[in-house]
Every structure is written in C-alpha cells, then in structure tokens.
C-alpha cells in the first residue's frame, strides 16, 4: 500500500484503509484475497491472547462498514464510547450521514458476539456522535498522524467493564516501559487466524529506535511529538487497536495504532523515475493519547444536542461572533464544526468541536472572545471584542 514519494521521503501506510470484506449476518469477512502481515519485523512475535487478559475481548472489537468494505480495530474506553482510527470512518474527507450509518462495532466476548451501530444512526445524525482529529488524513510528508483518531458513542452500551483505562504518558516514560517489556498491542489483523484477536507484546518504542533518525521524523511528520513509533507486530486491520502497558493494576492504554512508517526510494535521470526501490519499514505508528485524553474525557461526559433548531441556533450566535462563515441552515458540517473548535480553542476548553448542550448556555450567555483564531474564517486572526449573540 505505500506509495513512492520522491527520493528518500516517506509515507504512512494506513492498515486495513482498502482492505475488502463481504458481509455475513452482520459480521465482516474476509475475502478470497491472500491477507498479508502489513508491517511485522523480524520474527512474526503474534500469538493469542493470554489467559490473563481474556478480558480484553469485552473491549477490543471490529469497527466495519460494509457498503464501504472497511474494517478496523477500534477499543472500549466507556459503556458506550469507542477510540479508533479516523482515516477507517472518513475516507477522503466523506463525512457524509449515509456513511457513518453504515457502521457496526463488534465483540467477541465470552458470552457471545455483541452489535451495535453507532448512535444516531437510525435519524442520520452520527456524525453529531463521532469526534474526530481529521477527516482528510495526509499520507505523505508532513505527515499529521497525530490527528488520525476519533471518538465514537455507540448507541447501545455494548462494552464490559465501562471499557479500558487511558493514561497519559510521555515519550520517556513510554520508552522506559517499552525497555522493560511492558508496552504490547492487541487488535485484529486480517492475516490473523479468522477474527481472533493478535497479541504482540514486548514492543520496542521510542524515538531512538534502530534505524529511525530522529531529524527524519520531523521532517515527516507534524507534531511528532504526540506520536508512539512502535515495533509491535500488526496487521490489516489493526489501525485503530489499542497500544497497552501491563501495570501493577492491569491493562491500560497510552495509544492508537494509526499505520506503518515507510521510506520509498527512487532513483531519478533528467527528471524521470527510472528506478523503483522496494520499501523500507522504519516502524508502526500510534497516536499518544496524552495528545487527546482531556478531549476524550469531555466527549464521553457531552450530551449533544441534534435537532435543527439547537443547530441553527449555534451557527446565529457564532456568526455573531465571527466565528462562523456560514448559512444558518441546522447543518453540522465542517464549517460549523470549525467555528465550535475556534470557540472552545479561544475560551480555554477541551476541543471537541461538537454543539453540546453545555456549550450552548456557555454561548447563551454572551461570552466574549478577546481574539479569534484560525477555524472557520480560513485562518484569518482578528482583535477585539466579539459581539454578544442574540437570545
């Protein structure tokens, strides 16, 4: 799946982003197509999941579509909240109702195989439910890999044990408990058995693993410093799994496996590409959820409001403000959606970009922006003193 990007750059390689599956009763399967391991190095270190961590088949399941034949991995962190990869929902930008209807979520517990699609998806309003980094990943350098996650409500509470617990970690202590065999990756992976989670433990990570030059990685990539590269073994199929440390207490996670970082080279004669060379794997990816924690904790507490009217009634008073560009016509699209993420970014908030209902009484009672940043206005900045919005 990687893609040559002139000599010497790189991509990021999404697992699972073309994959086919046909539908079976509701349950995704595999095609006729020989799956291959997406990035495993050295030795394929995959096996079952241990006894002691059988309790992860009641929060790591299968986000799939199967109008769009995608799947992926995605994991618990609420009764009714999932964490996966946004390039598995959105697929070039599409952030159309009709498509995040379409989706399921899917575990395998002990007492048998629990479904759930994603909330507001029998009104077409899921996309009011989803909370995302980005919707149009970027796959060739810069690299924003540090966007690619989303957060999901589910419409039925389909997860054990209130889901998994998250910590925010930094990339020392990431790399201090990789040295001492801690960090492991659990999800499902295409060339894995059929639907039997994989178990890769005892990942190397860092930013000084062998052959990954740290001057390479910023250059590839934005905000590199939210980013886990890791080499646990993966998988079609393992974007959106979760990145684990065993504690003392058990489980939790520290990140979202993303893709597979890849150096393409090409040798080039009076402007012409004349030689291809076969790709190199430096590492995996995953998003450091200490990048998003704050904002996950608000979206698993928002209650969002859905109806037209609430919607228009957002979009009058950030036009009011100058935030948002435009029509009052009780659409959640992009634009307003920007305008929400300048709102909260300029007033201290966790950015989640969603008309909460909270968000609407802090609106409704005139709070004054001092500066507008980018979001909706394309970048523009402005001084002063927003206008109150109308009751």
Not at 104 to 130: E, I, P, Y
Not at 173 to 191: I, M, N, S
Not at 306 to 326: C, H, I, N, P, V
Request: with cysteine; charged share 25%; glycine share 12%.
């Amino acid at each position: 799946m990687a893609a040559p990007a002139g000599p010497g750059r790189s991509v990021l390689t999404a697992p699972s982003f073309m994959a086919a599956f046909q539908s079976h009763r509701g349950t995704p399967r595999a095609d006729r197509l020989a799956p291959i391991p997406v990035a495993v190095f050295g030795k394929d270190e995959r096996g079952p999941l241990p006894e002691r961590l059988q309790r992860l088949k009641g929060a790591i399941g299968l986000v799939f579509n199967n109008e769009a034949r995608t799947v992926c991995s995605g994991f618990c962190v609420a009764p009714d909240v999932i964490l996966t990869a946004s390039h598995c929902l959105f697929h070039g930008g599409d952030r159309s109702r009709r498509s995040l209807s379409s989706f399921w979520f899917a575990l395998d517990r002990k007492n048998g195989r629990a479904f759930t699609q994603f909330s507001g998806h029998g009104n077409g309003t899921s996309w009011l439910h989803v909370m995302s980094g980005t919707v149009r990943l970027k796959v060739k350098p810069p690299i924003d890999a540090v966007d690619d996650w989303a957060a999901v409500r589910l419409a039925k509470p389909v997860c054990q044990d209130d889901g998994l617990p998250i910590k925010a970690l930094s990339g020392e202590e990431l790399a201090a408990e990789a040295a001492a065999g801690h960090l492991f990756q659990v999800a499902y992976h295409r060339d894995y058995k059929e639907w039997e989670l994989a178990y890769s433990q005892g990942c190397e990570a860092g930013g000084t693993l062998p052959g990954v030059k740290p001057q390479t990685v910023r250059r590839d990539f934005t905000a590199p410093e939210g980013l886990i590269l890791h080499k646990c073994d993966t998988g079609e199929a393992s974007s959106g799994g979760p990145i684990l440390i065993e504690g003392a207490d058990g489980p939790f996670v520290v990140g979202i496996n993303v893709g597979t970082y890849v150096q393409s080279r090409v040798l080039l004669q009076n402007g012409r590409v004349t030689k291809r060379f076969s790709p190199h794997m430096l590492a995996n990816t995953a998003v450091n959820l200490a990048m998003i924690a704050e904002r996950v904790r608000a979206f698993g507490t928002a209650e969002v409001a859905t109806s037209e009217a609430d919607l228009r009634q957002f979009q009058t008073r950030l036009k009011a403000m100058a935030l948002y560009a435009g029509p009052v016509d009780g659409d959640y699209g992009e634009l307003t959606r920007a305008a929400i993420i300048a709102y909260e970014r300029a007033e201290g908030l966790p950015e989640t970009g969603l008309p909460t209902r909270a968000l609407a009484e802090r609106l409704s009672g005139g709070k004054r922006v001092e500066e507008i940043g980018d979001g909706a206005q394309g970048g523009r900045k402005r001084k002063g003193r927003a206008k109150k919005a109308p009751n």
